[in-house]
């Protein structure tokens, strides 16, 4: 009897034309580091009385399939990830490599399917009405570079077979934590120690009454885009900024020797002021938990960039 594991499971994504229907065709396979993505139905206890001690049987409860699914941030997979969060990108190039802008405002997002499979069972779980709630990773001096997608998904699909038919593939161009930098209006942001970055859509959860217990969408409300950068105490620059209340730029960029670069640019970020703390005879670093808002000269609140061979997200 076989038994399933990680390293032969399988993902493949395509989006919907229709919420919550998986498309025929159209799958692409994507590369991913683990999912907690599924379907859950809780039970509910019995709270009747007059039948003993023995409690009766329990009830189910409503059926919620949500989860995350860490990938790495590479030059053509994690397109798909950013079309999922921001919508359509705005692309340009009439040849590889191409330019694909997205920007965050949108008021409709995208859906996906997503089919985990394990074959060895098999077991083929196909996730529909899939919609991205939260976008978020870290950048440092070393390590695997990935980022982790939160899910909301409308319901599951079990099967011996997969419906994705034959995933197209794509070449793994993975960025890497030394490709980073990271700058402040225009200017490289020296002794920066970490940041993190999360983008949230803060999915509203349509949860109506249908006898399958799925919800019938789930719409996104104001968006948040929030943070934090630890870094070496050697200026006043970012504290003087956080007690002014002024916003400034910050980009986040990784580039590959051969060309590919992704561009995560946030256009107006506000600091909060930070406490300097002295805990020891070591280097004194200071946190900034960032907060980023809509630029009124840009017009949005953030931008991101990928520049690859793929024509088309």
Request: proline letters at 6%; glycine letters at 10%; one cysteine or more.
């Amino acid at each position: 009897m076989a038994r399933a594991q990680g390293a032969r499971a399988q993902m493949a994504l395509a989006f919907e034309t229709t919420y919550g229907t998986p498309p025929a065709s159209g799958y692409t396979r994507m590369p991913f580091a683990s999912a907690t993505l599924g379907a859950e139905q809780p039970l509910l206890n019995s709270e009747l009385l007059g039948y003993g001690r023995d409690p009766l049987p329990p009830i189910k409860d409503a059926v919620t399939s949500d989860g995350d699914v860490v990938v790495p941030i590479d030059a053509q997979a994690f397109g798909f990830w950013l079309k999922a969060a921001f919508g359509n990108p705005i692309t340009t190039g009439a040849a590889a490599p191409y330019s694909h802008e997205f920007q965050s405002g949108a008021w409709t997002l995208p859906s996906m399917s997503i089919e985990t499979g394990m074959p060895e069972v098999p077991r083929y779980a196909m996730y529909s009405g899939c919609v991205l709630d939260q976008l978020s990773w870290q950048m440092q001096r070393s390590g695997l570079l990935t980022a982790t997608a939160r899910l909301v998904a409308q319901g599951e699909a079990v099967g011996a077979a997969t419906s994705a038919g034959t995933p197209a593939t794509l070449d793994l161009q993975r960025f890497g934590h030394f490709n980073g930098a990271i700058t402040r209006n225009g200017t490289a942001l020296g002794n920066v120690v970490s940041a993190e970055i999360t983008y949230a859509n803060n999915l509203d959860r349509i949860e109506t009454i249908r006898a399958d217990g799925r919800i019938d969408g789930a719409d996104p409300s104001i968006a948040a885009l929030t943070g934090r950068i630890e870094v070496r105490f050697s200026d006043q620059t970012l504290v003087t900024q956080a007690i002014d209340g002024d916003p400034c730029e910050m980009e986040f960029a990784y580039m590959l020797p051969s060309g590919e670069s992704f561009t995560f640019t946030v256009h107006a970020v506000y600091l909060p002021r930070p406490r300097i703390e002295i805990s020891g005879p070591q280097g004194v670093q200071a946190t900034f938990d960032w907060q980023a808002a809509r630029d009124a000269t840009v017009g949005r609140m953030c931008t991101a960039t990928l520049i690859n061979a793929v024509e088309a997200y």
